[in-house]
């Protein structure tokens, strides 16, 4: 509970009550970690249905998970150079 408590106060996780069901809601507006966990929950959520709807195995869904953001197709990733390689390359073209 206080895991869910935390998430509250710094990710603005809300909880309340749909049709009879519980629901936790993060609010992207509370800051840029937020707006992120709140990206992530969103690429996560059509693959949880997926599975439940029997559209993928415990495997894949396993798989999903435990490699995320590997295997997510709802959004582009790319690798970032580390800030010394980004300063060297920089350095590089300047004396070009």
């Avoid at 710094?10 to 309340?16: M, Q, V």
């Avoid at 990206?39 to 029997?54: D, F, I, L, S, T």
């Avoid at 295997?71 to 300063?87: F, G, H, I, M, R």
């Amino acid at each position: 509970m206080h895991t869910l408590f935390a998430l509250e106060d710094r990710y603005g996780l809300t909880i309340e009550t749909r049709d009879e069901e519980v629901v936790f809601r993060i609010d992207p507006r509370r800051g840029k970690d937020a707006a992120r966990i709140s990206e992530m929950v969103y690429a996560w959520a059509p693959v949880a249905e997926k599975y439940r709807a029997g559209e993928i195995s415990k495997d894949d869904y396993d798989k999903w998970r435990y490699n995320y953001p590997r295997y997510d197709a709802s959004q582009n990733w790319a690798k970032v150079p580390s800030q010394e390689l980004s300063d060297a390359l920089v350095e590089a073209l300047k004396d070009s």
